[in-house]
T-cell receptor
Framework: KAGVTQTPRYLIKTRGQQVTLSCSPI?????VSWYQQTPGQGLQFLFE???????NKGNFPGRFSGRQFSNSRSEMNVSTLELGDSALYLC???????????????FGEGSRLTVL | QKEVEQDPGPLSVPEGAIVSLNCTYS??????FMWYRQYSRKGPELLMY????GNKEDGRFTAQVDKSSKYISLFIRDSQPSDSATYLC?????????FGGGTRVLVKP
């Protein structure tokens, strides 16, 4: 069974640009969550999607957005990039939606974003 | 105060030793607590989760939650060099996980 696939794995952008990251969950998983990982702040929750609807949102500015498609694939977008957005962005999928979940998430290997 | 606090390490132990990892949390409202392992340049993978208080054992790994003292612990018996990784503790509110900063563990042959 294929794991969570994230693309691209590495990318470099400049301040002010925008970026779109893609995530394909494990087959059959309908919940997709996004996390940001930095050395200073650690692993932080961005948002969760289930059945194409955002179910939960972390404490990030509106420049961070996402969506989920009918096939459960998800994208996240960061607009007007800042230097502090440099991070590893991790996507995680789960069989259950948030209300029935014990927090068992399957993470991808991440997209490493560098903002210059 | 962060919701979940964890010593960043690194924690260096000889092969075969017991690795003991601890976290503290501040919010008692949550029921599920978990440990994830993250190898360098990889995504985290779930090791174990426990519901409420008590112990859970899986092979060489034992997880404990003490709700009275708000402590989460992970013990790794007979540690191997392949256990060298960063270990993240966390608590779950559905699929929204709040993690500690992670403890880097080095198991030396």
């Amino acid at each position: 069974k294929a794991g969570v696939t994230q693309t691209p794995r590495y990318l470099i952008k400049t301040r002010g640009q925008q970026v779109t990251l893609s995530c394909s969950p494990i087959s059959g998983h309908r919940s997709v969550s996004w996390y940001q990982q930095t050395p200073g702040q650690g692993l932080q929750f961005l948002f969760e999607y289930f059945s194409e609807t955002q179910r939960n949102k972390g404490n990030f500015p509106g420049r961070f957005s996402g969506r989920q498609f009918s096939n459960s694939r998800s994208e996240m977008n960061v607009s007007t990039l800042e230097l502090g957005d440099s991070a590893l962005y991790l996507c995680a999928s789960s069989l259950r939606g948030t209300s029935g979940s014990s927090g068992e998430l399957f993470f991808g290997e991440g997209s490493r974003l560098t903002v210059l | 105060q962060k919701e979940v606090e964890q010593d960043p390490g690194p924690l260096s132990v000889p092969e075969g030793a017991i690795v003991s990892l601890n976290c503290t949390y501040s919010n008692s409202a949550f029921q599920y607590f978990m440990w994830y392992r993250q190898y360098s340049r990889k995504g985290p993978e779930l090791l174990m989760y426990t519901y409420s208080s008590g112990n859970k054992e899986d092979g060489r790994f034992t997880a404990q939650v003490d709700k009275s003292s708000k402590y989460i612990s992970l013990f790794i018996r007979d540690s191997q060099p392949s256990d060298s990784a960063t270990y993240l503790c966390g608590r779950a509110a559905g699929n929204k996980l709040t993690f500690g900063g992670g403890t880097r563990v080095l198991v030396k042959p």
